[in-house]
């Protein structure tokens, strides 16, 4: 991938870092970090949400429930996501 498009996710990265840490408290700011990351890192890696699913050992539906805003990911799935790096 080209260097221009490492750039700008690393600067998307920081950006919803911030937003995650700003965040703490609302739920509504929580998920939509969350998705920003989640689906970031997904298309960032080329993945599928099915594939994702398996990396996180969760299934498709947690992916898209989470990228749509609909649900928070468990305490295990954000610990996993921290372990490969999405968070």
Known sequence: MSDLFWEIYKECKAL??????SA???????????ARKIKDYRIAYKLTQEELAKK?????M???RWENKKNLPSQL?????KQIGIL
């Open 62 to 64: 947690a992916i898209i």
């Open 24 to 34: 703490e408290n609302d739920k509504k700011k929580q998920m939509e970090a969350y």
């Open 56 to 60: 996180l050992n969760v299934d498709k």
């Open 16 to 21: 919803t870092d911030k937003l995650l840490e």
């Open 77 to 81: 799935a954000i610990d996993k996501m």
